[in-house]
C-alpha cells in the first residue's frame, strides 16, 4: 500500500500553490490533502496499493503490447506508438454519472432543436434568442444544407460532448462535437483490453458495459434511413486507410457488419446513391460519414475533393438517402454558438440547463473584448471553430511575443475567438515516470440518438494530460486515456445491461460480464502498418507487334489498377482530422520523400498527371 | 461484396502467383547461362527480358546480374519480384478489413524483407525464398478461408497469372533455339519433373514434356488445369446459367482458349510454340481485362471544376 502511492499527496499539495491563481483542481481519487478515498475509488484502491509499481508497469507494458498487435496505434513522428491507455481507470459514481448523461442528453435534444430551426425557420432568430448575424458568419454553416431533413428528423445521430470536473468536482461542458465525433472505438478496445490485461480490479465492482454501442448505432443509423424501406442498406464511409482514425472505421463496420466503403466506391445516378460491388450497383441507404462536410460532395463543396461522390447532396435533398451526421452540424459547434447553449436549452425545452458551461466571455461585446484584453495573462483564448485545442493559448503559460500577437489577432476579428477563465481541470492518478502523480483529465462521452430517445454511452473516453500541469489532453500533445467505469447504481445481480442480454444473463454477477460482454468485441486482427509505400501507377506496354526471331516481346505483365490520384488522396484523407480525439498523427505525419513514381503510364491517368514525387506518408 | 474489395483480392492472387513465377523462370534461366558456356549471355538475357514482357532500356551488353536487377529486386519496374511483392502487400492494405491476418502478415513480412540487391552465388537461394514465400502465403488462404466469393477472385486471380507465367516459362523454350531451356531444367523450375516422370515413365521427349505441361489435366500448373480452375471459379462467382450459350466475355475466352489447346494435336503446337504461348499471353490479359469491365466497374474520377466568380 505504500510504494505504489507513495509521493501523490504531497505532488498533489506542492502543485496546488503554483502559478495559477485559480484554486486547487478536484482530485478525483483522494479528497484534499487526506489519504481518505472517495467512495467511488473504495473498492478499487485496494486492488491497486496490493500491486507494487513495477507490477502495475508491466501490466502497462501488457497493455502496449496488445495494442500495438492489434493496430491500435498511432503515427508519432513517423513511427508507430501504440494508443496510450494508462492502467488506472476512472470510476465514476452511479449519482454523478446520471448527472452527466442526463445534461448530454439534454444538451443533444437541445441542439438537435437548434440544427432543425437553423436550417428551417430559424424561429429563435426570430425570437431574438441567438443573432442572425452569428449563425451565418459561422465557418461550418452550409447554405447548401438547409431543407435536408432525414426521415426521423434526426440532425445529430451521434455526439461527442466534452465534459469537464471544475474545483468543485461539479460537471461543465467545455464543448459540443456534433459534426463528426471520434474515439469512440478507443472506448471500447480500452475496456476489451482493460478486463484482459488487469482482470481483478473488475472483480468487486459493477462496472456498466460499453459493448452495446455498435448496436446502438446500428438501430439509430437503421431508423433513420429513408422512409419505405424495410432492411437499409448502411455503409460507413471513410477517407481511407491514411487517414488517422481509419482503425475506428474499420472497428465500427466490423462491429455493425456493414460495408466499410470510400468515396470512390459509391456513385450517384438518377437521385440515389449506389455502391459498386460485383453483383452490380447495390443501392445505399443511410452513409454514417467519416468524411468532412466540405469534401462529401465536389459539386457543393470542395471541387477539388476526391473523397466524397458527386450528387450525394443532391440524393439527400431528395430523401433518397440519410447523410448521417447531417450535413452543416457545425454550426452548433462553433465556440460561440456554445455561450448561448444554455439559453436555447430554456428556450426550446423549456428547461434549465443540467450542466452549465464553462463562463465564457463573448469578445464581441465591446466590454468583454476590453476586459479580457486586459486580463489576456490569465485567461484561455480559443478560435471559434477549432477543436479540441487547436490554435488554442492558455495565458498564464504563453510568452508577452505570443500574448502580444494574440491580442492582434483579436482585435482584427473579434467574432473567431472566444475566452475562458483558466478552469483546473480534475486530477486523476496516473503512472508517469515517478510512480502515480495527479494528472489533469477530461471526458467525452458519447451519445446516440435514434429518434425517440438520446441513448449516452455510459463512461466515454477519458483523456489525460501526461506532462506534469498540463492542461490539454490531446494524443498529439502528449496525452494519454484511462478506462471509464460507471458504476451500476442497483446492487443486485439481474441488472439490466440493456442490449446483449443473454450473455449478461450467463455470467450474472455484474463484474464478470463486463469482461465477458467485451471480449468479443473487437476482434483482434487488425495490424500495425509499417510504413506505406506510394502507391505505383505502372506502365502499361501497349502490346507489342509480333517482330521476327528472338527479340520480339511477349505481353508485357499488367498491373493491378493504383490509385491515379494517390498523392491528393492522401493528402485529403489525413487532412479528415475531424474532431477526433487526439488528432492523433496530425503533426506527427511528417511527409518523407518516397520512391519515384513511374506514372506516366498508369491505365486510368493518361499523359502523367503526377510526375512528381508523391509523398510517402506515415499510416494510420 | 465491394468491387474494391474483390478487385484488390484478385490483384493479390495475381500478385503473389507472378512473384512465384517470375522467381522459378529466371532460376531456370540463370542456371543454363552458368551451365552452358557457348551461350551468348548478351543474346539470352534480352530474350528473357522480352520473354516477361519488357525491354532492355540500354544498348550496353547484358548479364546476369542486369537481369537480376532488373527482373528480381528493381521495385520500380513493373515485371519484377519485388514490385509485385509490394504490390500484393499494397492490395492487401486496401482489403485490410477483409484480408485475414495471417495472410496480411506474410505479405507485409515478404515485403519487408525484400532485399535491394542479391549477390551472385545467392540468387538460389533467393528465388528459394521467394517461392517459399509465396507457398506460404497461399497456404494460409488455403488452409483457412471460407469458399466464398472473396477465396473465388482470388483464386480467378492466381489461375488466370499461372495460365500466363507457365505460358511464358514454355516461350523460353525456343527462345535460344538450340541452347534453350531443357525440357528437365523447365519441368524442373516448375516442381513437376517427378510428377511428369511417374506419368510418362520414360524419357523426357520435348513433345511428351510439351504436352504434360499444355495439357494435363491432372497437374495443377499445367496450361489446361489453369484454364479449367479460372473458369470454375467464374462459375463459382456466376452460376447463373443461361439457356444460349455463354453471354460472360470472360469465360468465352477462357472456354475458347481450353477447347483450342484441347483439340489440337500437340505437334501444331510445338511448330510455333513461342507463337501459340504468346497468343496465349494475349487471351490472359482479355480475360483479366474483361473480368474487371464486368466485375470492377470504375467510373472515371470526375473533376470538377469550382466557378470562379
Not at chain 1, 471553430?385 to 476579428?413: C, F, H, N, Q, Y
Not at chain 1, 476482434?523 to 509505400?533: E, M, V
Not at chain 1, 498523427?585 to 520523400?593: D, I, L
Not at chain 2, 462467382?237 to 484441347?262: F, K, M, Y
Amino acid at each position: 500500500m505504500a510504494t505504489l502511492f507513495d509521493g501523490y499527496a504531497t505532488a498533489g499539495t506542492n502543485r496546488a500553490g503554483r502559478r495559477r491563481r485559480a484554486g486547487r483542481p478536484w482530485d478525483e481519487m483522494f479528497p484534499d490533502g487526506t489519504t481518505d478515498v472517495r467512495e467511488p475509488y473504495r473498492e478499487l484502491y485496494p486492488a491497486l496499493a496490493r500491486m507494487s509499481q513495477d507490477e502495475l508497469r508491466g501490466r502497462t507494458d501488457a497493455l502496449a503490447s496488445s495494442y500495438l498487435a492489434q493496430g491500435v496505434t498511432f503515427d508519432f513522428a513517423g513511427e508507430e506508438r501504440p494508443f496510450p491507455l494508462d492502467a488506472v481507470p476512472r470510476v465514476i459514481s452511479a449519482s454523478d454519472w446520471a448527472r452527466a448523461e442526463a445534461g448530454v442528453s439534454q444538451r443533444v435534444r437541445a441542439l438537435e432543436a437548434f440544427l432543425a430551426d437553423v436550417y428551417g425557420p430559424q424561429r429563435a432568430v426570430a425570437d431574438g434568442v441567438i443573432p442572425a448575424a452569428l449563425i451565418s458568419s459561422s465557418t461550418h454553416y452550409h447554405r447548401q444544407a438547409a431543407g435536408i431533413v432525414s426521415a426521423n428528423g434526426v440532425r445529430i445521430h451521434v455526439a461527442g460532448i466534452d465534459l469537464i470536473r471544475d474545483e468543485q468536482g461539479d460537471w461543465r461542458v467545455l464543448e459540443d462535437n456534433v459534426r463528426v465525433p471520434s474515439g469512440v472505438s478507443y472506448v471500447i478496445s480500452n475496456r476489451r483490453v482493460m478486463a484482459q490485461t488487469l482482470p481483478e480490479l473488475f472483480t468487486s465492482m459493477r462496472v456498466r458495459p460499453v459493448g452495446e454501442y455498435p448496436n446502438r448505432l446500428l438501430q439509430a443509423l437503421r431508423r433513420s434511413a429513408p422512409e419505405g424501406i424495410e432492411d437499409p442498406t448502411v455503409v460507413v464511409l471513410t477517407p481511407g486507410v491514411h487517414n488517422s482514425a481509419y482503425y475506428e472505421h474499420t472497428l465500427l463496420a466490423r462491429l455493425m457488419g456493414v460495408e466499410l466503403v470510400e468515396g470512390r466506391d459509391l456513385f450517384c445516378s438518377g437521385g440515389r446513391v449506389w455502391m459498386h460491388t460485383t453483383a452490380g450497383p447495390t443501392r445505399v441507404d443511410v452513409i454514417y460519414r467519416r468524411v468532412d462536410d466540405e469534401f462529401l460532395d465536389p459539386q457543393q463543396f470542395r471541387p477539388d475533393s476526391v473523397l466524397g461522390a458527386p450528387g450525394l447532396m443532391l440524393a439527400a435533398r431528395l430523401g433518397h438517402v440519410t447523410i448521417a451526421n447531417a450535413v452543416g452540424n457545425g454550426v452548433a459547434d462553433d465556440k460561440l454558438v456554445y455561450t448561448y447553449v444554455p439559453d436555447l436549452i430554456r428556450y426550446y425545452l423549456g428547461e434549465e440547463p443540467v450542466l452549465p458551461n464553462v463562463d465564457t466571455w463573448r469578445l464581441e461585446e465591446p466590454d468583454a473584448l476590453a476586459e479580457v484584453l486586459d486580463r489576456l495573462d490569465e485567461l484561455v483564448v480559443k478560435p471559434v471553430d477549432g477543436s479540441g485545442g487547436k490554435g488554442l493559448v492558455i495565458g498564464p503559460d504563453a510568452s508577452k511575443a505570443e500574448l502580444d500577437e494574440l491580442r492582434t489577432r483579436l482585435l482584427a476579428d473579434p467574432r473567431g475567438w472566444i475566452a475562458q477563465p483558466v478552469v483546473q481541470l480534475s486530477t486523476i492518478p496516473t503512472l508517469v515516470e515517478d510512480g502515480l502523480r495527479p494528472r489533469h483529465a477530461d471526458l467525452r462521452p458519447f451519445a446516440v440518438n435514434d429518434g425517440d430517445e438520446v441513448w449516452v454511452l455510459p463512461g466515454g473516453l477519458t483523456r489525460v494530460a501526461l506532462p506534469e500541469g498540463r492542461l490539454v489532453v490531446n494524443s498529439s500533445q502528449g496525452g494519454g486515456s484511462k478506462d471509464t467505469w460507471v458504476l451500476e447504481s442497483r446492487p443486485l445481480p439481474g441488472f439490466d445491461t440493456g442490449g446483449l442480454p443473454v450473455l449478461a444473463e450467463a455470467v450474472a454477477p455484474g463484474h464478470r460480464s463486463a469482461g465477458a460482454l467485451v471480449a468479443d468485441q473487437a476482434s483482434p486482427n487488425t495490424q500495425p502498418a509499417t510504413g506505406l509505400h506510394g502507391v505505383q501507377g505502372t506502365p502499361i506496354v501497349p502490346a507489342a507487334a509480333s517482330l521476327p526471331g528472338e527479340t520480339r516481346t511477349a505481353s508485357p505483365v499488367t498491373s493491378s489498377p493504383q490509385d491515379e490520384d494517390a498523392p491528393i488522396r492522401q493528402q485529403q484523407q489525413q487532412q479528415q482530422q475531424q474532431q477526433s480525439v487526439g488528432r492523433v498523427g496530425s503533426e506527427a505525419n511528417v511527409s518523407r520523400p518516397g520512391p519515384e513514381v513511374n506514372a506516366d503510364g498508369s491505365r486510368y491517368a493518361p499523359g502523367g498527371r503526377y510526375s512528381t514525387d508523391p509523398e510517402e506518408g506515415a499510416s494510420c | 461484396m465491394l468491387s474494391r474489395i474483390a478487385e484488390s483480392l484478385f490483384w493479390i492472387g495475381r500478385y503473389i502467383e507472378r512473384s512465384d513465377g517470375t522467381a522459378r523462370i529466371l532460376d531456370v534461366h540463370l542456371q543454363l547461362l552458368l551451365e552452358d558456356p557457348w551461350i551468348d549471355e548478351d543474346t539470352a538475357c534480352r530474350a528473357l527480358l522480352s520473354v516477361m514482357g519488357s525491354e532492355a532500356e540500354s544498348e550496353e551488353p547484358l548479364g546476369r546480374d542486369d537481369v537480376i536487377t532488373l527482373l528480381a529486386v528493381d521495385r520500380k519496374h513493373p515485371a519484377s519480384i519485388a514490385h509485385s511483392v509490394a504490390a500484393a502487400r499494397e492490395n492487401a492494405r486496401r482489403a485490410r478489413e477483409i484480408v485475414s491476418t495471417e495472410l496480411w502478415e506474410a505479405l507485409n513480412h515478404t515485403n519487408a524483407r525484400m532485399p535491394h540487391r542479391v549477390a551472385s552465388d545467392k540468387t538460389h537461394e533467393f528465388f528459394r525464398w521467394v517461392r517459399d514465400r509465396s507457398a506460404l502465403a497461399i497456404g494460409v488462404v488455403d488452409s483457412a478461408t471460407s469458399r466464398d466469393e472473396a477465396w473465388q477472385f482470388f483464386a480467378l486471380g492466381r489461375a488466370i497469372e499461372r495460365a500466363d507465367m507457365t505460358a511464358r516459362l514454355l516461350a523460353t523454350r525456343s527462345l535460344t533455339e538450340a541452347s534453350g531451356p531443357s525440357w528437365t531444367t523447365i519441368l524442373r523450375s516448375c516442381g513437376g519433373y517427378e510428377a511428369y516422370l511417374r506419368s510418362y515413365r520414360g524419357v523426357p521427349s520435348s513433345e511428351s514434356a510439351a504436352e504434360f505441361l499444355l495439357l494435363d489435366r491432372l497437374f495443377p500448373r499445367s496450361i489446361i488445369s489453369s484454364v479449367i480452375r479460372a473458369e470454375e471459379s467464374l462459375r463459382e462467382i456466376d452460376p447463373r446459367a443461361g439457356r444460349v450459350g455463354v453471354t460472360d466475355q470472360a469465360r468465352r475466352l477462357l472456354g475458347q482458349i481450353r477447347s483450342e489447346l484441347e483439340y489440337r494435336p500437340i505437334a501444331d503446337i510445338l511448330v510455333d510454340l513461342t507463337g501459340h504461348m504468346e497468343h496465349l499471353q494475349g487471351v490472359t490479359s482479355a480475360t483479366s481485362e474483361a473480368i474487371r469491365a464486368r466485375y470492377f466497374p470504375t467510373s472515371v474520377v470526375p473533376v470538377w471544376i469550382g466557378e470562379v466568380s
